[in-house]
């Protein structure tokens, strides 16, 4: 079986539903989709991020550390959150991607783990 991370990605300029009655229907449809991975033994790890003003940029590549606000690209998409599952393959993942695109309404990326060297 492989793993595969499931990303949630938002775009800027399309608009989050903010107000608790907006977003809390899609808490509770993630929650049922993450509860039937679970029952499915796919799972096996999850998360949400905050918001993307929220993130830092390490770089100690060079002589000293620099750390700068902001995420690593300057992009219109950011990661939002994500879920890892273990699969039979990317049929599968792909699968499982379209359901949790729909409980979170937004759009989920699929790419495999690379193996373990031997």
């Given at each position: 079986m492989?793993?595969?991370l499931l990303s949630v990605h938002h775009v800027a300029g399309e608009e989050m539903p903010s107000a608790p009655e907006d977003i809390q229907p899609i808490f509770e449809a993630v929650d049922r989709?993450?509860?039937?991975?679970m029952d499915a033994g796919v799972w096996v790890f999850a998360g949400g991020l905050m918001p993307i003003e929220s993130?830092?940029?390490v770089?100690?590549?060079?002589?000293?550390?620099?750390v700068t606000d902001g995420p690593f690209a300057e992009s219109k998409e950011w990661l939002g959150?994500?879920?890892i599952f273990e699969l039979p393959d990317l049929d599968t993942a792909l699968?499982?991607?379209a359901e949790g695109s729909k409980a979170?309404?937004?759009k989920v990326e699929v790419r495999p783990f690379q193996e373990a060297p031997a």
């Open positions: 492989t793993q595969y989709f993450n509860q039937k991975a993130a830092r940029t770089d100690n590549t060079g002589g000293e550390r620099v959150g994500f879920w699968e499982w991607a979170c309404a937004g």
